[in-house]
C-alpha cells in the first residue's frame, strides 16, 4: 500500500568535498557515522520519517539529495537545485576555505535554485575544536548578513544534526502554511517531540510534490 504523510521536504545539501555532508545524512537517516572518507559521485539521496507531536500530531517525510562537492560533478548537481524546497549550505569550522566558499554557494542558489528555497548554513565537525579555524562567531556573522539561520553541527558525535533537519523543515512549513491560508498554526510552533522512525499511515493533507 502507499505510504502517506502529512509533508513531504525535498532537502538538499551543498557544500566544498569533505565538509561532511554525507555523514551529517548519514547521521540524520541513520543515526550512525562512519569516518572512512568516500567522495560523493554526482549525486546520492536518503529519505527518513519524523513524527512531530504537537496539538496535531503530523508526519514529516524528509527526501535529500546529497551532492557532490568536487567541481567536477557541478553541473550534474546544480540540475537538482531547482526541486530543492530547503538547501542546508554545509562548511567545515577546521577547513577555513570551505567557510569561504559558503559565500559562493549562496550565489549559486540565486543562480539555480527556486527563489523561495529555504535556506541554512551548517558549520559541521564542532567536535574538533581543538583543529578549528573559523569561530561560531564569524558562522554566525555570515548567517545574519545573508539573512539565514546558523547552526554548528557535528555528524561524528551527533550534535544538532536532528535540530537542523526539524529547523528547516519547521521553516519550510511555516512559509506553506502562510501561502495555504492555513488556520492552523500549531504546525510552525511549539515544542518539538520526535516519537518514532517510521512511516505512519494518515490523511495526506497537501500535496507537495
Ligand atoms: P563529498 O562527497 O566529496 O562532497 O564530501 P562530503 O561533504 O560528503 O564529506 P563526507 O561526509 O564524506 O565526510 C568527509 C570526512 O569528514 C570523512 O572522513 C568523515 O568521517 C569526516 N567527518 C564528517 N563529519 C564529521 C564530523 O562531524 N566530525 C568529524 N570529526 N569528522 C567528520
Ligand atoms: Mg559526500
Not at 25 to 46: M, Q
Not at 60 to 89: K, P, V
Not at 171 to 187: E, F, G, Q, V
Amino acid at each position: 500500500m502507499a505510504k502517506t504523510y502529512d509533508y513531504l521536504f525535498k532537502l538538499l545539501l551543498i557544500g566544498d568535498s569533505g565538509v561532511g555532508k554525507t555523514c551529517l545524512l548519514f547521521r540524520f537517516s541513520e543515526d550512525a557515522f562512519n569516518t572512512t572518507f568516500i567522495s560523493t559521485i554526482g549525486i546520492d539521496f536518503k529519505i527518513r520519517t519524523v513524527e512531530l507531536d504537537g496539538k496535531k500530531s503530523k508526519t514529516l517525510f524528509y527526501r535529500s539529495l546529497d551532492t557532490a562537492g568536487q567541481e567536477r560533478f557541478r553541473t550534474i548537481t546544480t540540475a537538482y537545485y531547482r526541486g530543492a524546497m530547503g538547501i542546508m549550505l554545509v562548511y567545515d569550522i577546521t577547513h577555513e576555505k570551505s567557510f569561504d566558499n559558503i559565500k559562493n554557494w549562496i550565489r549559486n542558489i540565486e543562480e539555480h535554485a527556486s527563489s523561495d528555497v529555504e535556506r541554512m548554513v551548517l558549520g559541521n565537525k564542532c567536535d574538533m575544536n581543538d583543529k578549528r579555524q573559523v569561530s561560531k562567531e564569524r558562522g554566525e556573522k555570515l548567517a545574519i548578513d545573508y539573512g539565514i539561520k546558523f547552526l554548528e553541527t557535528s555528524a561524528k558525535a551527533s550534535i544538532n544534526v536532528e535540530e537542523a533537519f526539524i529547523t528547516l523543515a519547521r521553516d519550510i512549513m511555516t512559509r506553506l502554511n502562510r501561502r495555504m491560508n492555513d488556520n492552523n498554526p500549531s504546525s510552525a510552533g511549539g515544542p518539538v517531540k520526535i516519537t518514532e522512525n517510521r512511516p505512519k499511515k494518515s490523511f495526506f493533507r497537501c500535496s507537495l510534490l
